[in-house]
C-alpha cells in the first residue's frame, strides 16, 4: 500500500508486536535498544502563538525534563517567539520550519545566525538532494530533514548525497519499527546524526517508537515526550519519564504496552475485522 504509509507500517508493527508477544520477547530486545529511557525535546507547535506563551511552555517542559526545545516556524512572525524561548531556557533550541522558507532567503539568514541547535526541514519536499546538499553546505546550522524522508530509500539517498547533518526517522512513515531502525542504523553509521520524530502517537504507536528513540544510533533527543503533553487520557498506561527527565521505555513483551479495554471502547468510532 504505498499510498498509505501509516496504515502499513501499523499494520507491519502489530505483526511484529504479536510474534513478539507470542514468544515473551519484547521489542527493546529485538531491534537491539541500549538504553531503559532516552532524552526528549520538547516541540512546540503553536506557530502563531504568543511569544510570552511560547516561552512559558518551554520553560516548563524544560522544568519537567526536556532536554532541548524546537519551535515551528512559518514566517517572520514567529522570529520573535523563537528569540523568546531562546532567552528563556537554558538549553537547545531548533527550529522546525516545515518546509516553509523555500521562498524567504532572508528568513533562512536570520535562522542560520542565531546559534540553533539545527534547522528541520527549511525546504519543502521535492527538492533534488543535490539542490538540498547545496543548500546545506552554505549554512552554519545543522540541516536535518523530516517531511523529505518518505522512506528508508529517501533517508539513504539523503545522507549519500550529502544533503543531511540529522535525519528525523519516523517509523509511521517509514514503514515501521524494524524498517525505522535499519533506516537510523545506516545514517549513523554514514557519519548523520538521527533522532526519531513525532506524529502525534498515542499509547502503542509512542512506545513502538520509544524502542527505535533508544537505540544506540539515536543519539539526539527524541521528538517523542511523554503522554501527558498530548493527551488527558491515553488508550494504554501512559509514557513517564523516570526521575532524569528521561522518557522511560516500557517493560514486557512486544512494545511493552496494551490498550485499556475501557478507553478503547469509550474512543472507538469504526472497527474493521481483517481475516
Known amino acids: 500500500m504505498p499510498g498509505l504509509p501509516a ?3 501499523a499494520l507491519a508493527d502489530a505483526a511484529l508486536d504479536a510474534r513478539l508477544r507470542a514468544g515473551g520477547r519484547s521489542l527493546r530486545d529485538e531491534l537491539g535498544a541500549t538504553r531503559s529511557s532516552v532524552a ?5 507547535a503553536g506557530v502563531g502563538g504568543r511569544p510570552a506563551d511560547l516561552a512559558d511552555d518551554a520553560v516548563a517542559a524544560v522544568a ?15 522570529l520573535d517567539a523563537v528569540d523568546a524561548i531562546r532567552e528563556a531556557v537554558s538549553v537547545g533550541v531548533a527550529v522546525d520550519a516545515n518546509g516553509s522558507l523555500d521562498e524567504r532567503p532572508d528568513l533562512l539568514e536570520h535562522l542560520d545566525g542565531l546559534g540553533l541547535r539545527y534547522l528541520e526541514q527549511p525546504v519543502a519536499p521535492g527538492r533534488t538532494w543535490d539542490e538540498i546538499a547545496a543548500l546545506r553546505a552554505r549554512l552554519r546550522t545543522p540541516l536535518v530533514l523530516d517531511e523529505s524522508l518518505r522512506s528508508p530509500d529517501a533517508v539513504r539517498a539523503a545522507v549519500l ?13 517509514l514503514g515501521g519499527v524494524a524498517a525505522a531502525a535499519a533506516a537510523a542504523r545506516f545514517a549513523a553509521d554514514h557519519g548523520a546524526a538521527v533522532f526519531v520524530g513525532g506524529m502525534y502517537e498515542l499509547g502503542l504507536g509512542r512506545a513502538a517508537a520509544l524502542a527505535v528513540a533508544a537505540l544506540a544510533e539515536c543519539a539526539w533527543p527524541t521528538d517523542l515526550g511523554p503522554s501527558s503533553r498530548y493527551v488527558e487520557e491515553d488508550l494504554t498506561d501512559p509514557l ?4 532524569r527527565g528521561g522518557v522511560v521505555l516500557p517493560e514486557g513483551p512486544g512494545c511493552g504496552r496494551s490498550p485499556l479495554p475501557a478507553a478503547l471502547e469509550r474512543w472507538t468510532v469504526d472497527e474493521v475485522l481483517l481475516g
Open 7 to 9: 496504515a502499513t507500517s
Open 40 to 44: 526528549w525535546t520538547a516541540v512546540l
Open 64 to 78: 519537567q525534563g526536556a532536554s532541548a526545545v524546537k519551535v515551528k516556524v512559518a514566517g517572520p512572525g514567529d
Open 161 to 173: 548525497a550529502g544533503a543531511v547533518d540529522g535525519v528525523s526517522v519516523k517509523p509511521a512513515r
Open 240 to 243: 513517564v519519564l523516570d526521575e
